[in-house]
């Protein structure tokens, strides 16, 4: 086994993450009528779980003259335009471009978020997060040169969208612009939906590939290898943003300086408390401030990246998980478990990867 320190000193601040991606308005329907109306768009569920979890971010998101919700991070208003829009409905049939539990219609569409938009000053991590065509590849370019490990979700690359009643629909990864830019992408966050329109094999060359497989917990996969982390039992009510609070929880879990079979539990927890309510989480604090004191304690014991060739987890991974489903308990949103398995993982290559 060979150790390489992370570049996380434990005596400075947690550093600063940069997320782009338009805020939006959800209208959740069923049977013809709406039973839910929230904000949402990526940026918005990521932003929750970050606060939740206390960790710095700056926000690039664009919403137009017409929004409505109060947040904390304030977004570029466009005088011009309207916020984007997105129907949801989960009585239609499932097609092969839609996701399995609902339809998706973008129905307003706000700006593109340009290079322009951004910040000018550097940052640890980036997140392109966009949900409704938002991100341009130029944008992506700039927000490669500017952060140290940038995340892609790839539904910011591969949605296209009918031009008649803006049904969303994906296209491959090598039709979408954005191909030229994975050997500079760190981590790029997929469904078992979104990840049929790429190949995988290819992919895990250039970068980390993170499959999300809702009930069924996560996969990561690097160029010599991969690892299943197992999930957290949930009440599903309203399967929106659980993606994205994985992708937060994910995210934060790396920044507070847990190696990535860890950080991808802290993601698979935020996405199962997701799914138990309707539109943006609001998470109990109690529970919240369990999770950070087990992150903090687990953050202690890893001092260190480390590259494995035994096909093994990190010592003392599964009671990690164990202490997060505890945590879990005191939340009023889900009181189940399911039963942990054991998984392969060798660390050390994923984590070189981001530490580049």
Known sequence: MVT??????????????????????????????????????????????????????????????????????????????????????????????????????????????????????????????????????????????TCDAVFVDIQALIRAFDKNDGTVKLVGLKESGFYHLLPRVKFLKASSEEALFMDVEEVRQWCCVVVTHGKDGCEVYWKDGEMKIEPFGANQVDPTGAGDSFLGGFVGGLVHGLVVPDAALVGNLFGSLTVGQIGLPKFDLRLLQRIKDEVQRRKLHSTCWFESRDDSMPAGHDEFRASLASSKLVSTCSVWDVPRSPGSVEAAEVVSRFCL
């Not at 593109?112 to 341009?136: Q, W, Y």
Request: hydrophobic residues 40%.
């Open 4 to 145: 390489t320190t992370i570049p996380h000193p434990q005596n400075t601040p947690i550093q600063s993450v940069l997320i782009v991606g338009n805020y939006c308005h959800d209208v959740l329907l069923q049977g013809g009528a709406v039973f839910a109306e929230t904000l949402g768009g990526a940026a918005s569920f990521i932003s929750n779980v970050f606060t939740a979890l206390s960790v710095s971010f700056h926000l690039t998101s664009k919403v137009g003259f017409d929004f409505k919700y109060p947040v904390n991070h304030e977004p570029i208003v466009i005088p011009t335009s309207k916020t984007s829009v997105f129907h949801a409905y989960f009585d239609q049939g499932h097609t092969d471009n839609a996701h399995q539990d609902r339809v998706l219609k973008r129905v307003e569409v706000c700006d593109p978020i340009n290079p322009s938009d951004l910040p000018d000053k550097m940052f640890g991590f980036g997140m392109a997060v966009g949900v409704g065509g938002e991100i341009l590849p130029e944008t992506l370019e700039k927000m490669v040169e």
